[in-house]
Structure formats: structure tokens, C-alpha cells
């Protein structure tokens, strides 16, 4: 009797986890940077950039992922750059599964954040210059704490992550232990007509991503309650 859970599906949603771990981490270093930047600066590069930073949130994801093949790919200038430094092509790889999901996700991490921060207003930052408060330091210690609720909202590109089909299907493919995660698995088993084993991987992430949200909902209210 085959088992609920191939070795294969363990592998793929151990790539899973690692994929949405990397990607929630990278893009916490780089959306509170930006969101920060975009909530307060008044540079006429705001609504491009900001239009950039949101262009994964209307696209296609498969069309994204194709670009980003093209410019992964032995001809694009990222390819040719990566192979000239001899580290191969990004393509087809947990690298470039990771680029890509970073990029789809980035407007599920920076706009909560910025909302987060437009929402503290200056006063807050001011009282802390009059206390001689470097900006660096008025930024940890003051619109950091401030801007938590956001930092919460952004943790769900984790979730988010999990749940990729378009652009890591385009980028990654779907080979067993190097780029196959649990959306490209759950396809490959649909294209394959093994539904026994597709109602086990779709249940288990089901369960999976609802836990996920009730400890990320718990914390959030925990943290309003020690803040009122």
C-alpha cells in the first residue's frame, strides 16, 4: 500500500518550508528599509518606485516568472553576469526560486509596513529628535515598535509563499528535490491523475497554513493587549 506522504512530497514540502522561510526573511530586510522610505520621503521617484514595488500585485505571476527566466536564462544579463562569475545559471535552482518568490511577494511585505508607518505621523519622530535622539536611533527605538502591527501583516508573506504556483513553476520547473515544491507537486500529481495522493498534500497544507494563521492572529492580539 503506497503511504499517505511519498518521500517525495516529504522533500517537496521540506523545500517549501526552507523556500518560505528564506523568502519571509529576506524580505523583511528589504521591505522595511523601503516601505520606510516610501512613507516619508516626497522624491518624484515615490510613485514609480511605489508602482514597481506593486506591479507583482496585478501581473500575471506566470508572466513575471516568464521575465524573470528570460532574465535568469543563458541570454539574459543576469545569466551571463552569474556565468561569467561562474556560478552557473540562477534558473532552475533554489536561488532562483528564492529571487523570484522575494519579487512576488515584496508588495505583501512593504505595504503593510508602510501603511504602518505613515499611520505613527511626525510627532512621534520629533519629540524623539528633541531628546537628541540620532534618526537611526529614533527609527529602532521609536517607528520600529511603533510600525509592529505591520511587521505582523508582513510575517504573512510566509503563508503567501507557500501557496506559489505561477512563478516558481516558471522559474524553478519541477525537479524532484532541487525546485519541486508542494504547488508544482500537487500539480504533478493532478497531471497524473493520482488524487489519493493530492488529497493528502492539500489537506495537510490546509491544516498547515490555518495553524500558521491562528499563531500569527494569537500573537498580533497578545501584542495589542501588552501595548493598551
Given amino acids: 500500500m503506497q503511504p499517505a506522504l511519498t518521500p517525495e512530497t516529504w522533500q517537496a514540502i521540506g523545500l517549501t518550508l526552507r523556500l518560505a522561510g528564506t523568502t519571509t ?12 522610505w516610501l512613507s516619508q520621503t ?3 521617484w515615490r510613485t514609480p518606485i511605489g508602482a514597481l514595488v506593486t506591479l507583482p500585485l496585478v501581473l500575471p505571476p506566470t508572466v513575471l516568472g516568464f521575465y524573470l527566466l528570460v532574465l535568469l536564462g543563458p541570454s539574459g544579463w543576469v545569466g551571463q553576469l552569474t556565468q561569467s562569475m561562474g556560478l552557473g545559471l540562477l534558473s532552475f535552482s533554489f536561488s532562483g526560486l528564492l529571487i523570484g518568490s522575494v519579487i512576488f511577494s515584496l508588495p505583501f511585505a512593504v505595504q503593510p509596513i508602510q501603511y504602518a508607518f505613515e499611520a505613527i505621523g511626525k510627532r ?3 519629540v524623539a529628535a528633541t531628546l537628541r535622539a540620532t534618526p537611526l536611533n529614533a527609527f529602532c527605538t ?3 515598535p511603533l ?4 511587521l505582523f501583516t508582513a510575517v ?7 501557496g506559489e504556483f505561477g512563478v516558481v513553476l516558471m522559474i524553478g520547473g519541477n525537479i524532484p528535490g532541487q525546485t519541486s515544491v508542494v504547488s508544482t507537486q500537487l ?8 488524487y489519493t495522493q493530492a488529497h493528502w498534500l492539500s489537506g495537510a497544507m490546509v491544516l498547515f497554513s490555518f495553524s500558521v494563521l491562528c499563531v500569527l492572529f494569537m500573537l498580533k492580539k497578545r501584542d495589542k493587549k501588552a501595548t493598551a
Fill in 187 to 194: 500539480f504533478g500529481y493532478v497531471e497524473s491523475m493520482q
Fill in 25 to 36: 526573511l529576506v524580505l523583511l530586510l528589504i521591505a522595511t528599509p523601503l516601505a520606510w
Fill in 42 to 44: 516626497t522624491s518624484k
Fill in 147 to 150: 510600525a509592529k502591527p505591520g
Fill in 142 to 144: 521609536v517607528a520600529l
Fill in 156 to 162: 504573512l508573506s510566509f503563508a503567501h509563499t507557500i
Fill in 124 to 126: 512621534p519622530l520629533e
